[in-house]
Each structure stands twice: as structure tokens, then as C-alpha cells.
């Protein structure tokens, strides 16, 4: 009986140029690129299967994706040590994989996750987006009130039925526990000189760059860039602060609610409990989801 050993793997994309993560017939997919990959490098035919932490759509980028494979002992260690920088050499320049790593015991890069943390970045510059930052910032040409968008999705955390802001699956919970949801700025003028302290302004600073800061312990399919969606119209004055809310409670999917183009988004991290209860955090995550005795549909 061949040994063997699960591998994690931790990866980042600029997903502009994949049909999404998932391996499709005929498409460019990162997880096709990834597996192909493997398996030239490590001599496997059929190419190994990766499972992972949080499939993204067409058009998203991820900086912290993680993902789990299985492969023969014999075969990894042949490359021990030496999987990053091999697979580099392998991959194309919008996919890498940072670290490989041994998986600790009940290791599943899917279902032993706490959290995913995502960020979409909007760009409400009157005249435009950095064109350096075209492929990663949406612009949205209406004003942003952030204090109006973070007093609306105050009230989106916790757990909830996020019917009216996913894509229904048959057989599939949409029910999910919000962590996190807030809207910050960035620095107009970038990064500080780490020699002299001081700020390194740009000739054209991004004057209007907000970022928002989303996590949950799972996410239902367009869930991230339908709440963007409706915050955006509240920024912008369109809508009440509470009408996202109100969307909530509904339960249904409202036509109002627009979905965020894919390439403002960014998968940032996924995050893992200890070694220890790995197993426990995967079984738990398999049951299916009912809101708890108290949850509400408002915040």
C-alpha cells in the first residue's frame, strides 16, 4: 500500500486572468494550474486534487488562499525543502504558492477553518482609479459617506440567514456567522519612509481609496460582493442606513441589491484554530447550520 501524506499550501493569485478557482473544462482555472503543476513536478498521472479553504469567482484575487493536497511520501520526498521555489520555476506570474508545509493531524484546508477574511477595495476619485491599481480597485464615481456605510453594516453582523444576499444552492445552508464588516481609508500617499519616518508622497496621490474589511466563519456563493453591493448605495446616499437590514430580515433576494464587480475583491487570510482541535473544528463544520436559540435576522 503506497504512503501518504497531506501537504499544505499556502497561495496567492491575481485572478484576472482565471475562470475562478475551480477546475472547468476548457478554462483557465487556478486550481487546474496549480494541480498541473504538481504533477510535473512530482511525477503523478492523474494529477493530484486540492481541496480548498474558499472557492473564489472569476476575477478575484487572493493573498492568503490555503489549500490541502494528498500525495505519495515517496513523490514529496524527492522535492522536500524545495517545493516553493520549484514550483515557481513551473507556474505562471500570477500564481504562487508561498509555503508548503506537512499538514498537522486532522488538517482540511475546508472545513477545519474558523475564518475568512476578505477585502474589496472602492475607489470614489471624481476622476478616476490609479491606472496601476485598475485591476484591483473599483471605481465608483458617487461620493462615499463611510461613516453612513459602517453604521449599516454594524448591523449586518453575527448570526444570520444571508438568503437575501447569496446565491441559492439546493440542499445548502445560507446561514452564516458575520465577524467582522467595516470601512476603512487608505493612506493617500502610500507608505512611510522606514530610514527618515517620513511620509513618501506620490505626484498623484489616490485621494479616494475605501476598503472594506469583511470575515465570516463561512461565506455563501456572492455573499461578500452582495453586501458591498448594498453598502455602496448607502454611501452614496441612495438608500437608508437600515435598508440593508431590512433586506436581511426579508430573507429573499431583493433586485436592488446589485453584486459587486469580481475584481475589487481579495481573499486575505484564512484562519485555523490550534493544532490540537483541527479535527473537532472540521467535524463541526460539516453539520448543516440552523440560526441558534436568541439569532435574529436584524442586527
Known amino acids: 500500500m503506497t504512503a501518504l501524506l497531506r501537504l499544505r499550501l499556502d497561495i496567492g493569485y491575481d485572478g484576472a486572468g482565471f475562470a475562478g478557482w475551480a477546475r472547468q473544462p476548457d478554462q483557465r482555472t487556478v486550481q487546474g494550474i496549480i494541480e498541473d503543476a504538481l504533477a510535473r513536478l512530482l511525477r503523478l498521472d492523474p494529477p493530484p486534487v486540492l481541496t480548498v479553504a474558499g472557492r473564489t469567482d472569476a476575477g478575484v484575487h487572493a493573498r492568503g488562499q490555503v489549500a490541502h493536497v494528498v500525495v505519495p511520501v515517496a513523490s514529496y520526498s524527492m522535492v522536500n525543502g524545495t517545493m516553493p521555489r520549484r514550483l515557481a520555476g513551473l507556474l505562471p506570474p500570477d500564481v504562487r504558492v508561498w509555503r508548503v508545509t506537512v499538514a498537522p493531524e486532522g488538517f482540511d484546508a475546508r472545513f477545519s477553518a474558523l475564518s475568512r477574511r476578505y477585502a474589496y477595495s472602492v475607489c470614489d476619485d471624481p476622476v478616476g482609479v490609479d491606472p496601476l491599481r485598475r485591476h484591483d480597485v473599483l471605481w465608483h464615481p458617487r461620493p462615499l459617506d463611510l461613516d453612513r456605510m459602517n453604521a449599516a453594516a454594524a448591523l449586518m453582523v453575527g448570526e444570520h440567514d444571508f438568503a437575501a444576499y447569496c446565491r441559492k444552492r439546493e440542499g445548502a445552508t445560507t446561514i452564516r456567522e458575520l465577524l467582522r464588516f467595516d470601512w476603512h481609508r487608505e493612506d493617500p500617499y502610500g507608505v512611510k519612509d522606514r530610514t527618515e519616518g517620513r511620509v ?96 435574529t435576522t436584524q442586527g
Open 200 to 295: 513618501l508622497r506620490s505626484a498623484a496621490p489616490q485621494r479616494g481609496v475605501a476598503v472594506a474589511t469583511v470575515e465570516a466563519d463561512a461565506f455563501c456563493h456572492s455573499m461578500v460582493r452582495a453586501l458591498v453591493g448594498a453598502m455602496l448605495v448607502v454611501g452614496d446616499g441612495r438608500r437608508d442606513v437600515d435598508w440593508p437590514s431590512k433586506v436581511l430580515a426579508a430573507r429573499t433576494r431583493d433586485s436592488a441589491v446589485n453584486v459587486a464587480p469580481a475584481h475589487g475583491l481579495s481573499l486575505e487570510e484564512i484562519r485555523y484554530p490550534l493544532a490540537e482541535n483541527l479535527a473537532r473544528r472540521a467535524q463541526e463544520t460539516r453539520r448543516v447550520r440552523t440560526l441558534s436559540p436568541g439569532a
